[in-house]
């Protein structure tokens, strides 16, 4: 059984910075793609960043490149989603999510596997 479990969320200051991990079991990952996308209230849920399980090659949504920075330690069976410079609208459940469509993937249907979302508000 597939699981993602997301952590990290909270609440943090305008400017500043929070890491999420997700943790995946369940299954051999390293074909896979790693994706993090959020949902705010009100909007659908966005693409934010993928990473190739295998080889490490990123996709980021224009709006968090060179804000957030996804990564993965395969020892860990880990991904994690380094977030800084935080702003009032990168307020939303962020949610894990695991499937085989190539790394530069914004597409949610082309990934099967999703975590439960963990919380990230940040005031201003």
């Known amino acids: 059984q597939v699981q993602l479990v997301e952590s990290g969320g909270g609440l943090v200051q305008a400017g500043g910075s929070l890491r999420l991990s997700c943790a995946a079991s369940?299954?051999?990952?390293?074909?896979?793609?790693m994706g993090w996308f959020r949902q705010a209230p009100g909007k659908e849920r966005e693409f934010v960043a993928a990473?190739?399980?295998?080889?490490?090659?990123?996709y980021y949504a224009d709006s968090v490149k060179d804000q957030f920075t996804i990564s993965r330690d395969n020892a860990k069976n880990t991904v994690y989603l380094q977030m800084n410079s935080l702003k009032p609208e990168d307020t939303a459940v962020y949610y894990c999510?695991?499937?085989?469509?190539?790394?530069?993937?914004?597409?949610?249907?082309?990934?099967?596997?999703w975590g439960q979302g963990t919380q990230v508000t940040v005031s201003s």
């Open positions: 999510a695991a499937g085989r469509p190539p790394y530069y993937t914004a597409s949610r249907v082309r990934y099967d596997y």
């Open positions: 369940g299954r051999t990952f390293s074909s896979y793609t």
């Open positions: 990473i190739s399980w295998s080889d490490g090659r990123r």
